[in-house]
């Protein structure tokens, strides 16, 4: 009905004067029924508002209920008329000539309204593969979230257990995906692939995230637009033992972190909130290595320029127990190595390599890895890792390669006893040297 009145206010050629569109919608000017609402509505010259006048209904009701009544039509009224004017002021020719005035779309206003009022939506990927009896834990901390504007993916890495089951009690405040199993970061990358948040919280089905994070994580990075990512600091917690919470030794860093990010891994995949965009101009997870996916991820972004900021507070929970795949030693040091090839390939400056220290890195977790594979059993590949990195020590870092030599020469020739004894008694020499070089 507003749209029917103001076309007819353009029409008779009245100026669009905000205080009479006032005085016809508030005060109730209106046309007479019959022949002459008729010509109105035809589109007769005078200029009379053909509008229901509000005072028709001022006596209809009684009493507090019936002035509400009233404010509420006259606040719901003065908004569409707002918009509407809005929209008709864009059609009105500059030079008075003749146009065929267009009634403006009704949803696209109001997808206007929803876009100026609504808040940034986040995407919370959940993958999980067997991990039933941890999962409601995690959705339920996704759904505690003090923010409330997100949406929740749960990905079936083809799960055989009762992941489809749990996950049908959530639903439809969630959404469920399930692909072949395939790995976790394989997972995410569905879950990132399906997701429609400008910025994306990764959750592991074992661990949990705590009510305020995403709240305090979105409203720092809408603050602070040149960070792209906003990670807090974690604790961890034994399955069997919930009471005893302990902190990781790690330390934190803001700002550019790739040359303290390359020495190892200190953000766990739900510490951080990221945006989407720093997502679209790096990469996805990189498929093949599970329990260093993240790092390679986190390195990636780094590498490609964007900020990183540590908030300094207990933001989430990660859960131990004996499936955790980074307790896996072999697995562990194998990702290790691969993670900083990686990085060796996907770096092309020479000297941003040489700064990073990445040929000493590749050479030690190459190192790491032969002896990881001998102490399971892989004697011929693991002596083939170890020469290999032994090699690249000796030419360019000898006394690293003096240093890891020293107790292996120790426990092959004078055993593992005496071996450890000396290996204590260096240590305290070296302590020693320190304390009276700081006290001198």
């Not at 046309?31 to 509505?41: F, N």
């Not at 807090?232 to 700002?255: E, I, M, P």
Request: hydrophobic share 40%.
């Amino acid at each position: 009905m507003p749209l029917v009145w103001l076309k007819c206010f353009r029409e008779s050629g009245t100026p669009m004067d905000i205080g009479a569109i006032w005085h016809a919608f508030c005060f109730g000017v209106c046309y007479p029924e019959g022949e002459r609402g008729e010509k109105l509505a035809q589109g007769g010259n005078e200029t009379i508002f053909p509008f229901p006048a509000l005072r028709r209904n001022v006596g209809a009701g009684k009493g507090k209920k019936s002035e509400r009544l009233l404010g509420s039509r006259v606040l719901l009224r003065l908004c569409v008329v707002f918009l509407s004017a809005s929209a008709l002021a864009k059609s009105v020719p500059d030079h008075g000539e003749s146009q065929t005035f267009e009634k403006p779309k009704l949803s696209h206003l109001a997808e206007t309204l929803h876009c100026m009022e609504s808040k940034p939506l986040v995407s919370i990927i959940i993958a999980s593969y067997n991990n039933g009896k941890y999962l409601a834990e995690a959705i339920e901390s996704a759904l505690g979230q003090t923010y409330k504007d997100l949406e929740i993916i749960v990905v079936d890495d083809g799960s055989t257990d009762n992941t489809r089951e749990l996950v049908k009690q959530y639903q439809p405040k969630i959404h469920y995906l399930y692909q072949e199993n395939q790995g976790v970061c394989s997972a995410r990358n569905t879950g990132i692939k399906n997701s429609k948040g400008k910025y994306l919280q990764f959750l592991d089905a074992d661990d949990i995230l705590l009510s305020e994070k995403l709240e305090l994580q979105v409203n720092f990075l809408e603050s602070n637009p040149d960070y792209a990512v906003c990670y807090s600091d974690v604790r961890y917690f034994n399955n069997f033992d919930r009471t005893k919470l302990s902190k990781g030794n790690y330390k934190f860093y803001s700002g550019d972190i790739l040359k303290c990010l390359i020495q190892e891994n200190f953000i766990t995949i739900h510490a951080p909130l990221i945006t989407r965009a720093c997502l679209e101009n790096t990469a996805l997870f990189q498929t093949g290595f599970d329990s260093r996916g993240d790092w390679d991820l986190w390195l990636r972004i780094a590498y490609a320029g964007y900020k990183f900021y540590y908030m300094e507070k207990v933001l989430a929970l990660c859960r131990w127990h004996g499936n955790n795949m980074s307790l896996n030693h072999l697995r562990a040091t194998h990702a290790n190595f691969w993670v900083v090839k990686s990085a060796n390939n996907y770096i092309s400056s020479e000297e941003t390599k040489k700064a990073l220290g990445i040929r000493k890195l590749l050479a030690l977790r190459q190192w790491n890895y032969g002896k990881a594979l001998i102490q399971s059993g892989f004697r011929i590949k693991g002596w083939r890792e170890m020469i290999i990195a032994g090699k690249n020590l000796f030419l360019f870092y000898p006394l690293w390669l003096a240093k890891l030599l020293t107790p292996e020469l120790i426990r092959l020739f004078l055993g593992e006893e005496i071996s450890q004894r000396i290996v204590t008694l260096v240590k305290k020499c070296f302590r020693l040297m320190g304390h009276r070089k700081g006290v001198g």
